[in-house]
Antibody
């Protein structure tokens, strides 16, 4: 199993970024997927999750209305569209795979991609 | 929303001794229809992504040493590390997935060697 994130970088407050996570080594469309972030020196914060068929999506209150999660099962890819970025969105963003179906706990994680929001 | 808390924030334990980490949820994560607690534990070492240790509050993930023991039910949970090894130095997080796909992590507990 491999999860490889991309799309991070430096962006100004109010700007946008789109993160991608390409999955391999498992049947992508059988599992829920999630984004979890970690601000520098801080703990884990769940950001967003999506069920295997995109039938259900969830967002942390801190990103609701600004971030949109999506997936393309044909491309084995997970996305996070991040708009109206704030300084406090600066973090390492991890892509994570549900252990079983849409379990909500994660057996594989990517290495993370850094998003820095700064003027 | 279910809020997770952990105690202590950090602890230092001698090699070979026991480390105990507590986790509390603001409401029960025990699902009565299947009698399962929707609670997981993760270990995160510096510079690495988290690693799943335990799910359903007490089921060890494959390959996790049996010195890691999860216990508890309802709102109160414990991760016990028996006979602490040097490689166990890490931050440990509990997570509720009762409300999946919306989930929540605890703030973490840092374990060091005394």
């Amino acid at each position: 199993v491999q999860l490889v994130e991309s799309g991070g970088g430096l962006v100004q407050p109010g700007g946008s970024l789109r993160l991608s996570c390409v999955a391999s080594g498992f049947i992508f469309d059988e599992y829920g997927m999630h984004w979890v972030r970690q601000a520098p020196g801080k703990g884990l914060e769940w950001v967003s999750g999506i069920t295997w068929n995109s039938g259900s999506k969830g967002y942390a209150d801190s990103v609701k209305g600004r971030f949109t999660i999506s997936r393309d099962n044909a491309e084995n890819s997970l996305y996070l569209q991040m708009n109206s970025l704030r300084l406090e969105d600066t973090a390492l963003y991890y892509c994570a795979k549900d252990r079983g179906g849409n379990s909500g706990y994660y057996d594989y994680w990517g290495q993370g991609i850094l998003v820095t929001v700064s003027s | 929303d279910i809020v997770m808390t952990q105690s202590p924030d950090s602890l230092a334990v001698s090699l070979g001794e026991r480390a105990t980490i507590n986790c509390k949820s603001s409401q029960s994560v025990l699902y009565s229809s299947n009698n399962k607690n929707y609670l997981a534990w993760y270990q995160q070492k510096p510079g690495q992504p988290p690693k799943l240790l335990i799910y359903w509050a007490s089921t060890r993930e494959s390959g996790v040493p049996d010195r890691f023991i999860g216990s508890g039910s309802g709102t109160d949970f414990t991760l016990t590390i028996n006979s602490l090894q040097a490689e166990d130095v890490a931050v440990y997080y509990c997570q509720q997935y009762y409300t999946a796909p919306i989930v929540a992590f605890g703030p973490g507990t840092k374990v060091d060697i005394k």
